[in-house]
């Protein structure tokens, strides 16, 4: 700080001529990334808060409602529904992925043959788009000829409908979700792991703790930067659900598994209620806000040496 | 660098147990047992996370006609007859090219707008630094969805709908790229370039010739989320291209499952026809790809 103030004194008093160039540099560095996401982000979101004020087809001219969108939203029993889908992917697919991640990494952090092969192998479902996922597990999971149920058949195990009825279309949306990303919460914990310094596991070793403790005292705690991280990812990602509720459900059967950002969809391209759809969109910016500022506070609270 | 450590640590670990014979050969024997159960898990692991993959190929493979009763893994009369149809219906080679040159572009440009605008954030002072700063990261936080909406109508405004230049123009600059490369650029002394100030070095040189190849390592993390979003991404190309000729690979397989519902040979012809490119990649580029991965989790 010091050293940059003691910088700029001598050229402050060449003032006109450097300030000059260096504003020109600035525009030269910044304008690149400052025109886009002006034209790209800040003008769409103000004419996105503009729409939600309006009841608009995207044909016609627009009529002004004022607040009546977000009044109509919110007294709606199917907003709230969807809404509780969107929860209800977050709370099966939370724990599966991370307790899963965490048990693979875990895992991989043994003395394993092959280790490299494996990390690799796990991961592979990562780099796959949400649509090859969606459609994978929707064939895996064909009601009449699919895989799992030939093999529950097989078992004499009942054999559910899966996608294709309301109780277990979100179960079969969660399943291929927690497939794909189990390997990437893995990688970023076994990043974690491999940072635990060793010492102090030997160290409470000798003190005669068992591996169990040692996990659950020593290494969890320490693991916390990264497990707190992919978790506020996850939330927000859950919160985002939509190309693979797309693809397998379409929001149905008979909308059970409508999640947010499906119902943002349908309603501009399907219903033409463009206003509304963008009411809902800020509904749901306002509650990826709220879980950022449960990252700012819970990051202080609860993750070791934040 | 984390591999190594762990590596010598369990090369060491054996030493330390050698004391007195007896307790060399019950530890050994403990190990085994353990290490046994650990690579069953392990490779049961694997099989759960590879095996979608090998019944996609099994599937695309099988004669549509006993599709009805499930395939089988060892296929009677294996045929490519689902991967003509596949071609006959959508141009693949044309969407793969345009899944690759969308990536690529999108990639590029997101390096250099990030890199360029890391720096000015890094080293270049101005007055409202603070306030530009806050207003980059504040995008940050906007999701794509809440822009769809608008963002189409403005695609429209423009004429710009159904073209190339509609997918990459709104990722063209991410703040994520920026926040990312201007912490690698933080950390770099500052007497580096104060020392090259005063041997005559301007601002493009000392950018180009010292700061961004001192950023290498955040840059192709940035380079690995850029295409990895880009190659995926489905919303935005599924609300505003139409024409097969721009569509890239999710979307064409997303029209695909359109076309053939019950048809899964053909479905899974173009699921595997869509992994391969990126497969490709991976095998070539995956311990890059892991690890920018993993370095977002430590920050």
Same mark, same amino acid.
Not at chain 2, 239 to 266: C, H, N
């Given at each position: 700080?010091?050293?940059?103030?003691?910088?700029?004194?001598?050229?402050?008093?060449?003032?006109?001529?450097?300030?000059?160039?260096?504003?020109?540099?600035?525009?030269?560095?910044?304008?690149?990334?400052?025109?886009?996401?002006?034209?790209?982000?800040?003008?769409?979101?103000?004419?996105?808060?503009?729409?939600?004020?309006?009841?608009?087809?995207?044909?016609?001219?627009?009529?002004?409602?004022?607040?009546?969108?977000?009044?109509?939203?919110?007294?709606?029993?199917?907003?709230?529904?969807?809404?509780?889908?969107?929860?209800?992917?977050?709370?099966?697919?939370?724990?599966?992925?991370?307790?899963?991640?965490?048990?693979?990494?875990?895992?991989?952090?043994?003395?394993?043959?092959?280790?490299?092969?494996?990390?690799?192998?796990?991961?592979?479902?990562?780099?796959?788009?949400?649509?090859?996922?969606?459609?994978?597990?929707?064939?895996?999971?064909?009601?009449?000829?699919?895989?799992?149920?030939?093999?529950?058949?097989?078992?004499?195990?009942?054999?559910?409908?899966?996608?294709?009825?309301?109780?277990?279309?979100?179960?079969?949306?969660?399943?291929?979700?927690?497939?794909?990303?189990?390997?990437?919460?893995?990688? @970023? !914990?076994?990043?974690?792991?491999?940072? +635990?310094?060793?010492?102090? #596991?030997?160290?409470? $070793?000798?003190?005669?703790? /068992? *591996?169990?403790?040692?996990?659950?005292?020593?290494?969890?705690?320490?693991?916390?930067?990264?497990?707190?991280?992919?978790?506020?990812?996850?939330?927000?990602?859950?919160?985002?659900?939509?190309?693979?509720?797309?693809?397998?459900?379409?929001?149905?059967?008979?909308?059970?598994?409508?999640?947010?950002?499906?119902?943002?969809?349908?309603?501009?391209?399907?219903?033409?209620?463009?206003?509304?759809?963008?009411?809902?969109?800020? @509904? !749901?910016?306002?509650?990826?806000?709220? +879980?950022?500022?449960?990252? #700012?506070?819970?990051? $202080?609270?609860?993750?070791? /040496? *934040? | 660098?984390?591999?190594?450590?762990?590596?010598?640590?369990?090369?060491?670990?054996?030493?330390?147990?050698?004391?007195?014979?007896?307790?060399?050969?019950?530890?050994?024997?403990?190990?085994?047992?353990?290490?046994?159960?650990?690579?069953?898990?392990?490779?049961?692991?694997?099989?759960?996370?590879?095996?979608?993959?090998?019944?996609?190929?099994?599937?695309?493979?099988?004669?549509?006609?006993?599709?009805?009763?499930?395939?089988?893994?060892?296929?009677?009369?294996?045929?490519?007859?689902?991967?003509?149809?596949?071609?006959?219906?959508?141009?693949?080679?044309?969407?793969?090219?345009?899944?690759?040159?969308?990536?690529?572009?999108?990639?590029?440009?997101?390096?250099?707008?990030?890199?360029?605008?890391?720096?000015?954030?890094?080293?270049?002072?101005?007055?409202?630094?603070?306030?530009?700063?806050?207003?980059?990261?504040?995008?940050?936080?906007?999701?794509?969805?809440?822009?769809?909406?608008?963002?189409?109508?403005?695609?429209?405004?423009?004429?710009?709908?159904?073209?190339?230049?509609?997918?990459?123009?709104?990722?063209?600059?991410?703040?994520?790229?920026?926040?990312?490369?201007?912490?690698?650029?933080?950390?770099?002394?500052?007497?580096?370039?104060?020392?090259?100030?005063?041997?005559?070095?301007?601002?493009?040189?000392?950018?180009?010739?010292?700061?961004?190849?001192?950023?290498?390592?955040?840059?192709?993390?940035?380079?690995?989320?850029?295409?990895?979003?880009?190659?995926?991404?489905?919303?935005?190309?599924?609300?505003?291209?139409?024409?097969?000729?721009?569509?890239?690979?999710?979307?064409?397989?997303?029209?695909?499952?359109?076309?053939?519902?019950?048809?899964?040979?053909?479905?899974?012809?173009?699921?595997?026809?869509?992994?391969?490119?990126?497969?490709?990649?991976?095998?070539?580029?995956?311990?890059?790809?892991?690890?920018?991965?993993?370095?977002?989790?430590?920050?």
């Amino acid at each position: 700080m010091t050293s940059a103030a003691h910088t700029w004194e001598p050229i402050a008093t060449r003032k006109k001529k450097t300030d000059w160039k260096r504003y020109g540099w600035l525009a030269f560095f910044l304008l690149p990334s400052a025109i886009p996401l002006a034209i790209f982000v800040f003008r769409p979101m103000i004419s996105s808060l503009w729409i939600s004020l309006h009841e608009w087809n995207l044909i016609s001219d627009m009529k002004w409602v004022g607040l009546e969108n977000y009044s109509k939203l919110l007294s709606s029993d199917q907003t709230w529904d969807i809404i509780g889908h969107t929860l209800l992917y977050i709370a099966g697919y939370l724990p599966i992925v991370y307790f899963g991640g965490l048990a693979l990494a875990v895992l991989l952090n043994q003395k394993i043959y092959g280790r490299a092969f494996f990390r690799s192998a796990y991961f592979l479902p990562v780099i796959t788009s949400w649509v090859v996922v969606a459609l994978v597990w929707q064939w895996l999971l064909n009601p009449s000829n699919g895989l799992v149920n030939q093999v529950l058949g097989f078992l004499n195990l009942p054999q559910p409908g899966w996608w294709t009825d309301p109780v277990w279309a979100m179960p079969s949306v969660i399943l291929a979700s927690a497939w794909k990303d189990l390997g990437f919460v893995m990688v @970023i !914990l076994l990043a974690g792991l491999q940072a +635990v310094p060793g010492d102090v #596991l030997e160290a409470a $070793k000798m003190d005669g703790t /068992n *591996a169990w403790q040692r996990f659950w005292r020593i290494t969890f705690p320490l693991l916390s930067p990264s497990s707190f991280f992919v978790i506020v990812i996850s939330l927000i990602n859950g919160f985002q659900v939509f190309d693979q509720v797309y693809m397998m459900t379409g929001g149905g059967p008979s909308g059970s598994s409508q999640v947010i950002v499906g119902q943002i969809y349908d309603l501009t391209f399907r219903y033409g209620r463009a206003g509304e759809a963008s009411a809902l969109s800020w @509904i !749901l910016f306002l509650l990826i806000m709220l +879980v950022t500022a449960f990252q #700012l506070v819970g990051q $202080k609270r609860w993750v070791h /040496n *934040a | 660098m984390p591999d190594s450590t762990v590596l010598t640590q369990s090369t060491r670990a054996p030493q330390a147990h050698s004391s007195s014979k007896a307790d060399k050969v019950t530890s050994s024997r403990r190990l085994s047992g353990r290490s046994l159960v650990l690579h069953a898990l392990v490779v049961l692991g694997a099989i759960m996370m590879l095996f979608p993959f090998l019944w996609t190929v099994v599937t695309s493979i099988t004669p549509s006609g006993t599709l009805a009763s499930g395939p089988s893994l060892l296929v009677k009369d294996p045929t490519l007859d689902a991967y003509r149809k596949l071609f006959d219906s959508l141009p693949v080679g044309r969407i793969i090219a345009n899944s690759l040159f969308i990536a690529i572009a999108t990639t590029v440009l997101q390096l250099l707008t990030s890199s360029m605008a890391a720096y000015a954030f890094s080293r270049i002072a101005f007055r409202g630094k603070n306030v530009v700063f806050a207003l980059y990261l504040a995008t940050m936080m906007i999701p794509m969805q809440v822009l769809v909406v608008p963002l189409f109508i403005q695609m429209t405004e423009f004429k710009l709908n159904d073209t190339y230049l509609s997918l990459i123009a709104p990722t063209i600059a991410a703040a994520f790229g920026i926040f990312l490369v201007k912490q690698a650029m933080d950390s770099i002394p500052r007497d580096l370039d104060e020392a090259a100030t005063l041997d005559g070095a301007g601002h493009l040189r000392i950018f180009s010739t010292m700061i961004l190849p001192l950023t290498k390592a955040s840059l192709a993390t940035l380079a690995v989320f850029a295409f990895m979003g880009s190659w995926n991404s489905f919303l935005w190309p599924l609300v505003v291209i139409r024409s097969p000729e721009f569509m890239t690979l999710p979307l064409g397989l997303a029209t695909l499952k359109g076309q053939y519902t019950t048809e899964w040979d053909v479905v899974m012809a173009g699921s595997v026809m869509s992994i391969i490119p990126i497969a490709v990649i991976y095998l070539f580029a995956q311990k890059h790809i892991i690890e920018g991965m993993s370095h977002t989790g430590l920050k």
